[in-house]
């Protein structure tokens, strides 16, 4: 039986819990004031509705893209698959380096598009919230494009997988 009475802290327990909570992986792209590209991996990303097509990631306000993404008007969600492992890797690495290879391309407003993605959507944002040292970026699909099928790209207890069989 689970125990609510021990002396873990909230912080300890939300840090405990989240390593064992497996994530889809994606990359958030925008373009910064002077065009240049922006982006980072983030397991944050998900669905906030379809009716309208709302998506919504976290960001922490002290990140290398936070500047360009608390002022862009439209972002690019990529979803990976196991295939975009490097990708996952390079675009959670050092900021300067993440648009250095020549496998993207700027796609529609301007966004950042990696084309071998398993999909992109181009989405408007709506409402930046702040939350302590965070944010919670809130925007509308208004154009996807669907890749080709992989197996999905997970994060979970501090490493990048890809599930084996249907349950």
Same mark, same amino acid.
């Given at each position: 039986?689970?125990?609510?009475? +021990? ?8 840090? %405990? ?11 958030? +792209?925008? $373009?910064? *004031? ?9 397991? $944050?990303?998900?669905?906030?509705? %379809? ?6 990631? $976290?960001?922490? !306000?002290? *990140?290398?893209?936070?500047? *360009? ?12 698959? *196991? ?9 959670? %690495?050092?900021?300067?380096? !993440? ?23 181009? %989405? ?33 207890? !501090? ?5 084996? $069989?249907?349950?």
């Amino acid at each position: 039986m689970l125990d609510f009475n +021990t002396a873990q802290t909230p912080t300890d327990a939300l840090l %405990a819990t989240f390593p064992r909570h497996a994530s889809g992986v994606s990359v958030i +792209t925008c $373009s910064d *004031a002077s065009g240049n590209p922006v982006g980072f991996t983030a397991t $944050s990303m998900t669905s906030l509705g %379809a009716n309208p097509p709302l998506i919504m990631f $976290s960001v922490a !306000r002290g *990140a290398s893209s936070w500047e *360009a993404i608390s002022q862009a008007d439209y972002v690019g969600i990529h979803t990976l698959g *196991a295939g975009n492992l490097e990708l996952a890797k390079r675009m959670a %690495a050092d900021h300067t380096k !993440r648009f250095e290879g020549d496998d993207w391309r700027s796609g529609p407003n301007g966004v950042p598009v990696f084309d071998c993605a398993t999909s992109v959507l181009v %989405a408007k944002v709506q409402q930046v919230i702040n939350v302590a040292d965070n944010a919670i970026v809130i925007a509308q699909v208004e154009l996807g494009a669907v890749g080709a099928e992989d197996a999905a790209l997970l994060y979970h207890q !501090r490493g990048y997988h890809s599930p084996g $069989s249907a349950l």
